[in-house]
């Protein structure tokens, strides 16, 4: 419109939508799904009940959570090209970009997840993703294992079932151990959605063009994997594990952290939002304690978190800044806990942030959002006479 154009990098100032999924206040630390307090959903709903509020705005009754599941039972299964792609894969692949590329290869089978125009398909959609994407998963970390591939146990839940495809032996039986299915759903709910964060504004973008469900996830974890968002809960645990190995010496780790010249940063700590608590740090860090005291395990890497955490709380140049442990600062050592690898830890971030993506996608669609396509200031060169090569 020929208007002024205001530059704010990152978006720090700039809302990209209305939207009545998720709310959060930054400063008293508050963070609810369709209006439900966090601490009360992690504590008393389960994953899939939750999934369903985000998508579709209610709590579900018993009836529609169980055709959910139903309906999401009956599309977990993989095409077995997809399986061939996966194969492909040498084992020292991420397993982020192994899951990106197979979420986008689910749309070149499985057309339907692009024309969804129709609230109907869009559900044909969701129920799919829902379905095929713990088993992509699963199967992404057997990969690296060079496990075999299966599909578990339909009869189990949908948390039970991503750990039984996960963790079962080759012939041995699986018994699943309850602190740890407890444990990942409680995660799995507390990472679900967070507004218009970097990976859920890029699933909005790239389904504003009208591109597929599947294609907008691949995107949503590519976006994922970057160090400063989710992939800061493997960051975490290289960086606790960095200063266990240099003798647990936090304050020479703080240092760096301050240090302007020393590109170091004290990962899962700060936010964009959250200049308070981020309220679900609050709630894994206490999980950390219970699931790490119930398995029996000893970790030092957890008191070299505490120490850091209660350093960082005290020193100035944090303070200042409102910088707290967020949500990715404790999930890793509960992730490691339950013998889940390190460079798993952001798929795991991503399986449980599947259903937020899709509903402000979803949202974004029913809406019938325009395309996203933001300005510049141009700073670059005026108009130049062109020079042919022999002139340059
Ligand atoms: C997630 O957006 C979401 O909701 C994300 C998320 C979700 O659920 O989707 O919550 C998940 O991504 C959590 C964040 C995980 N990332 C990390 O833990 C990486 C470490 N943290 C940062 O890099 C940083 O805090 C961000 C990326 C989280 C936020 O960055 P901002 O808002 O752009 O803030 P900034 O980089 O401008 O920092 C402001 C100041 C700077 O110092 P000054 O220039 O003012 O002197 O704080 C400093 C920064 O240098 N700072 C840090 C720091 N984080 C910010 N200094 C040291 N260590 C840090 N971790």
Request: hydrophobic residues 40%; charged residues 25%.
């Amino acid at each position: 419109t020929g208007g002024v154009i205001t530059i704010d990098p990152g978006y720090k100032n700039t809302g990209s939508c209305q939207s009545g999924i998720t709310f959060l206040d930054g400063e008293k630390g508050v963070l609810r799904y369709r209006g439900y307090a966090i601490e009360d959903l992690a504590e008393k709903a389960d994953f899939l009940e939750v999934a369903y509020l985000l998508i579709f705005g209610e709590l579900p009754t018993k009836e529609q959570l169980e055709k959910f599941h139903k309906d999401i039972k009956k599309e977990s299964v993989v095409d077995d090209d997809v399986k061939k792609i996966l194969d492909a894969f040498p084992k020292s692949a991420h397993p982020m970009g192994v899951l990106a590329s197979l979420t986008n290869a689910l749309t070149a089978f499985n057309p339907s997840s692009v024309n969804v125009d129709s609230e109907e398909d869009m559900y044909k959609a969701i129920v799919k993703i829902l379905g095929k994407f713990p088993v992509l998963v699963a199967w992404t970390m057997r990969k690296k294992q060079g496990l075999p591939l299966d599909y578990g146990d339909s009869s189990l839940g949908y948390v039970e079932n991503v750990l039984k495809m996960m963790f079962k032996q080759p012939n041995e039986a699986y018994t699943l151990n309850p602190i740890v299915v407890n444990a990942l759903d409680k995660l799995l709910i507390l990472h679900a959605d967070h507004e218009q964060n970097c990976s859920t504004s890029t699933v909005r973008i790239v389904g504003s063009s009208h591109a597929g469900l599947f294609a907008s996830l691949a995107a949503g974890i590519s976006a994922l994997w970057g160090p400063l968002h989710g992939g800061a809960n493997q960051a975490v645990l290289e960086m606790l594990e960095g200063i266990r190995q240099d003798g647990g010496d936090t304050k020479k780790y703080m240092a760096k952290a301050k240090d302007k010249s020393d590109p170091f940063r004290l990962m899962g700590f700060g936010h964009r939002v959250y200049k308070n608590f981020d309220p679900r740090a609050t709630i894994i860090k206490k999980a950390a304690d219970e699931v790490l005291g119930d398995l029996g395990v000893e970790d030092p890497i957890l008191d070299i978190a505490k120490g850091l955490e209660s350093e960082a709380l005290e020193d100035k140049y944090f303070v200042d800044r409102k910088l707290y442990p967020n949500v990715d600062f404790y999930s890793g050592i509960i992730y490691r806990a339950m013998g889940i690898p390190t460079e798993m830890f952001t798929v795991m971030f991503a399986l449980g942030r599947l259903p937020g993506w899709i509903a402000q996608w979803r949202e974004m669609r029913l809406r019938k959002e325009p395309i996203g396509r933001p300005r510049q200031v141009y700073i670059g060169e005026n108009h130049r006479e062109f020079k042919n090569i022999s002139n340059r």
